[in-house]
């Protein structure tokens, strides 16, 4: 309460003992009555941002967005995945061959959808121009996809990025995805205790066979902080998943450090080449 908007009250009186029983009075009802509803309490600015338009980023119609119910319905359509390595599977299959083959060393994958347009775009915005509006949508649908499965992670971690790359891009994209979904689903999210030792090619830019071999050793726990792995049901959590060889690198890493099991938590999944 604001003394200060008594005072009108208070002098019409010119009686102190009356503006004590206006100000009693005032409390007891909780603030409710007279000038009370002219003032707007505080609001939170994540909470000022749901409310203020917007234009969708896919169709750009008008609403509270970033992308609309309806580009999600047509985009972000749910296909059965693999449970391994979240690549598109026929419905009622479980794995994909190659998971029977060889597990990966991650427990399950999480996808929202494929890298296929529109979302390479979107996410190449959000990756390498800034486009930092687009994270919570893209955190909100990797939450979806990854509570179809039954991994319930206690620590989140992204991918870690080398000092040469951050400092060109000013941030981490798979931490701004981590810290919104540790925010939505109460998880701890911790973005230094993986280390990128060294930096290395783009995957991207390097035959498929050559990727594995790539990420081998560039990848640490920080060694002061190891025990926080020990025991810990990890998601790692990146913008993209194409072979999986960064990610089943640092899965090795974690698990070496005494990690009870990872899982692999993304927005999107580049489908096999038959599929594209």
């Known amino acids: 309460m604001q003394p200060g908007r008594l005072r009108p009250a208070c002098e019409a009186a010119h009686d102190r003992r009356h503006c004590d029983r206006i100000e009693a009075a005032w409390i007891v009802e909780g603030n409710c009555g007279g000038h009370a509803d002219q003032y707007i309490e505080p609001m939170e600015p994540a909470r000022l941002l749901d409310i203020l338009p917007t234009q969708c980023s896919l169709c750009r119609g008008w609403g509270t967005a970033r992308l609309c119910e309806v580009c999600l319905a047509r985009f972000a359509v749910v296909v059965p995945r693999c ?108 973005p230094r205790l993986l280390l990128r030792l060294r930096d290395t090619p783009h995957q991207l830019a390097l035959p498929v066979d050559r990727r594995a071999a790539n990420v081998r050793g560039a990848f640490a726990v920080e060694p002061l902080r190891r025990a926080e792995v020990a025991g810990q049901e990890i998601a790692l959590v990146d913008d993209v998943m194409t072979t999986g060889a960064t990610l089943a690198e640092l899965a090795r890493v974690l698990l070496a450090a005494g990690a009870a099991q990872v899982h692999v938590w993304v927005a999107a999944r580049t489908p096999r080449p038959a599929d594209t």
């Open 83 to 190: 449970r391994r390595c979240a690549i598109e599977v026929p419905t009622g299959q479980g794995e994909c061959g190659a998971c029977l083959r060889e597990p990966p060393p991650f427990a399950s994958a999480a996808a929202a959808f494929d890298y296929v347009e529109p979302w390479r775009y979107q996410i190449a915005r959000f990756k390498f121009h800034a486009g930092l509006d687009l994270g919570r949508v893209l955190a909100d649908r990797i939450v979806a996809s990854a509570q179809a499965l039954p991994a319930r992670p206690t620590l989140l971690l992204p991918v870690p990025l080398s000092d040469a790359r951050l400092r060109e891009r000013g941030y981490n994209q798979a931490w701004e995805l981590a810290r919104r979904i540790g925010r939505r689903l109460r998880v701890r999210a911790e």
